[in-house]
């Protein structure tokens, strides 16, 4: 059942004409620019940040039991 499915778009892939072919690799193309070079320029990892392995944990431990400042901010309104 899976390989009829997966035979089904290599087919479909190989009988593309040159534009369509082109268009997915545009596609391609901007997608591997949303997922990996946004997320390494604007979300970096916690092992960029904090070093030592006890500040990751301290960390960890602040980020879960702290309220964020937007719920705080509704309250007092």
Avoid: C, H, R
């Avoid at 997966?6 to 072919?21: A, M, T």
């Avoid at 949303?34 to 960890?60: C, G, H, M, W």
């Amino acid at each position: 059942m899976i390989n009829k499915i997966v035979l089904f778009y290599v087919d479909g892939f190989k009988n593309l004409s040159s534009l369509g072919k082109k268009l997915w690799l545009i596609i391609i193309i901007k997608l591997v620019v949303i997922f990996v070079v946004i997320k390494v320029f604007f979300f970096p990892t916690v092992d960029n940040v904090v070093k030592n392995k006890n500040q990751k944990e301290a960390l960890f431990i602040k980020q879960l039991t702290t309220i964020p400042s937007t719920q705080n901010s509704k309250k007092e309104k």
